[in-house]
């Protein structure tokens, strides 16, 4: 095993850079990766590399994915934050991610490249700061479906194994995953400012997110919560129009970007049914599909709560604006969300009835059991006529001057005909954990890359799955 971590060739395209870092010290820590004993390469994602203006001939080396070597410029450091987990208030931070840097893009984006796996940090409260293998290939094929739905998400770059075994529910192999991400700010990253107390921290943080997301936003620090809230709520309806389940919407798990992130206990629903849960550890529904808008207006609360110096220095003046602002989610979620449903049902103009029509559907998919993403595939495609609410939606469909034509192609271009089946994703996991076998791994990220394309006719990627009591966990 490696005794020290070497910086690699910098033909590989790095740029980092370290804003991040130059917030107050409360906000992270230095640390370096851990070497593991034998890195291997297990998935590559090139497009993303080339995105990012890094050479992907040059990126096939699994030390710098595994964290045995950096690239030029790193300067790893984990994060701190804190978190409402199932409502219930804790310090944390960065226990198995390392921060190496932002990569500057050839279009001066700036992306966080981090480490998920890489060892322990200051953060790790007596856990090894290791991942398996498994949890991580799920979130690199979760996330890149996300990307191709058109869902805002971060990425996952690489996979690779450690040759090490990491012990969870038995013994599983190791791996780090290089997860890629417009920032790594959360609303725990605000909370944990403002338990600290510092206002000048809370005030630095602010101007940060401001700066970095949302330098559009003119007005002080409610026009920036005001930008937030917008985004999360045009985020939550993405997630609803393909049956996404987050399963674990953790303050600490909401980033300020307005991307997905974390994708431990997520999946997407088959049956269509309100309540739907899969994660192992959310008894009581709390985070279930029909939840997950409610949970939304409710981590806002919580980032309101902790912004509250900045909103006015009298408290009561304060918890006003607050309470005006958070009061606007509902309304903005649900125009994100009618405008999505329109398009699914080839709906280009809005009627006030329109609310109507598409839950008269949704409460005949859930009394008949029918799979949500194969029902708006089927009345693309005109095979779900024989309903008495097809009627309904044929005669909205006149009151329209678009063509069938033009309906059908919007249509196909707002209902995907593939998304990660928990089965298939299963079988996935397994073939590459279990006997080492990447084959259906690839080919399941192939056939996600394309989920809008109706001219594949892949049955055993659209039929729905039956396992009995499926069930997630939380291993990212």
């Given at each position: 095993?490696p005794?020290?971590l070497?910086?690699?060739?910098?033909?590989?395209?790095?740029?980092l850079?370290h804003?991040?870092?130059?917030?107050?010290?409360?906000f992270h820590s230095?640390?370096?990766?851990?070497?593991?004993?034998?890195?291997?390469?297990?998935?590559?994602?090139?497009p993303?590399?080339e995105?990012l203006?890094l050479?992907?001939d040059?990126?096939?080396?699994?030390?710098?994915?595994a964290g045995?070597?950096l690239?030029p410029g790193?300067?790893?450091?984990?994060?701190?934050?804190?978190?409402?987990?199932?409502?219930?208030?804790?310090?944390?931070?960065?226990?198995?991610?390392?921060l190496?840097?932002e990569?500057?893009t050839p279009s001066?984006?700036r992306?966080d490249i981090?480490l998920?796996g890489?060892?322990?940090?200051?953060?790790s409260r007596?856990?090894?700061?290791?991942a398996?293998?498994?949890?991580m290939?799920?979130e690199?094929?979760?996330?890149e479906a996300?990307?191709a739905l058109g869902?805002p998400?971060?990425r996952?770059?690489?996979?690779?194994?450690?040759?090490e075994?990491?012990?969870r529910?038995g013994?599983?192999?190791?791996a780090?995953l290089t997860?890629?991400a417009?920032s790594?700010?959360?609303?725990?990253?605000?909370?944990?400012a403002?338990?600290r107390?510092?206002k000048?921290?809370?005030?630095a943080?602010?101007?940060?997110?401001?700066?970095?997301?949302?330098?559009?936003?003119?007005g002080?620090?409610?026009a920036?919560?005001?930008?937030?809230?917008?985004?999360?709520?045009?985020?939550?309806a993405?997630w609803?129009?393909?049956g996404?389940?987050?399963g674990?919407m953790n303050?600490?798990n909401m980033?300020?970007s307005?991307?997905?992130?974390?994708?431990?206990p997520?999946?997407?629903?088959?049956?269509?049914?309100?309540?739907?849960v899969f994660?192992s550890?959310?008894?009581n529904?709390?985070?279930?599909?029909?939840?997950?808008?409610?949970i939304?207006q409710?981590?806002l609360?919580?980032?309101?709560?902790?912004?509250?110096?900045?909103f006015h220095?009298?408290?009561?003046?304060?918890i006003?604006?607050?309470?005006?602002?958070?009061?606007?989610?509902?309304e903005?979620?649900?125009?994100h969300?009618?405008?999505?449903?329109?398009?699914k049902l080839g709906l280009?103009t809005?009627?006030?009835e329109?609310?109507d029509?598409i839950?008269?559907l949704?409460d005949?998919?859930?009394d008949?059991k029918a799979?949500?993403t194969?029902?708006?595939?089927?009345?693309?495609?005109?095979?779900?006529?024989p309903m008495e609410?097809?009627q309904?939606?044929?005669e909205?469909?006149?009151r329209?001057?678009?063509?069938?034509?033009?309906?059908t192609?919007?249509?196909?271009?707002?209902?995907?005909a593939?998304?990660?089946?928990?089965?298939?994703?299963?079988?996935?996991?397994?073939?590459?954990?279990d006997?080492?076998d990447l084959?259906?791994?690839?080919?399941?990220?192939?056939?996600l890359a394309?989920?809008?394309d109706h001219?594949?006719?892949?049955a055993?990627?659209?039929e729905?799955?039956?396992?009995d009591s499926?069930?997630?966990?939380?291993?990212?």
């Amino acid at each position: 095993m490696p005794d020290s971590l070497e910086s690699t060739s910098s033909t590989a395209g790095w740029r980092l850079d370290h804003s991040y870092a130059r917030l107050p010290q409360s906000f992270h820590s230095r640390v370096d990766p851990t070497p593991v004993r034998e890195p291997k390469m297990v998935v590559l994602n090139r497009p993303l590399a080339e995105a990012l203006g890094l050479n992907a001939d040059e990126l096939n080396d699994a030390a710098v994915f595994a964290g045995n070597a950096l690239p030029p410029g790193a300067e790893p450091l984990a994060q701190a934050y804190a978190g409402h987990q199932y409502a219930h208030f804790t310090m944390l931070g960065d226990g198995r991610a390392i921060l190496l840097g932002e990569q500057i893009t050839p279009s001066s984006e700036r992306f966080d490249i981090q480490l998920k796996g890489p060892g322990p940090t200051p953060f790790s409260r007596r856990g090894d700061g290791r991942a398996a293998l498994g949890p991580m290939l799920r979130e690199y094929i979760i996330s890149e479906a996300m990307h191709a739905l058109g869902i805002p998400t971060t990425r996952s770059l690489a996979v690779v194994t450690t040759g090490e075994n990491v012990f969870r529910q038995g013994s599983q192999p190791g791996a780090v995953l290089t997860r890629v991400a417009a920032s790594h700010i959360r609303v725990g990253t605000f909370e944990y400012a403002a338990a600290r107390g510092e206002k000048a921290d809370l005030q630095a943080l602010a101007d940060y997110t401001q700066q970095r997301h949302y330098p559009e936003a003119e007005g002080g620090y409610a026009a920036l919560f005001e930008a937030i809230l917008e985004r999360q709520a045009a985020l939550i309806a993405k997630w609803m129009h393909v049956g996404f389940i987050h399963g674990v919407m953790n303050t600490d798990n909401m980033a300020l970007s307005g991307e997905t992130i974390d994708y431990g206990p997520c999946a997407f629903m088959d049956v269509y049914d309100p309540a739907t849960v899969f994660s192992s550890i959310d008894r009581n529904g709390r985070y279930a599909y029909g939840n997950q808008p409610h949970i939304a207006q409710w981590n806002l609360a919580r980032l309101a709560e902790a912004m509250l110096p900045l909103f006015h220095d009298d408290e009561k003046q304060a918890i006003e604006i607050a309470n005006g602002l958070i009061s606007r989610f509902e309304e903005r979620f649900l125009h994100h969300w009618l405008a999505g449903m329109r398009t699914k049902l080839g709906l280009f103009t809005e009627e006030s009835e329109d609310k109507d029509l598409i839950q008269a559907l949704l409460d005949w998919m859930r009394d008949t059991k029918a799979d949500f993403t194969n029902t708006f595939r089927d009345l693309t495609h005109g095979r779900l006529e024989p309903m008495e609410w097809h009627q309904q939606w044929s005669e909205r469909l006149k009151r329209q001057p678009q063509s069938t034509s033009d309906v059908t192609d919007l249509m196909r271009r707002s209902n995907p005909a593939f998304i990660p089946r928990n089965h298939k994703v299963e079988e996935a996991l397994t073939a590459a954990s279990d006997h080492g076998d990447l084959n259906p791994l690839q080919r399941l990220l192939t056939v996600l890359a394309a989920p809008f394309d109706h001219t594949q006719d892949l049955a055993e990627f659209s039929e729905p799955s039956e396992l009995d009591s499926y069930q997630t966990f939380c291993g990212t």
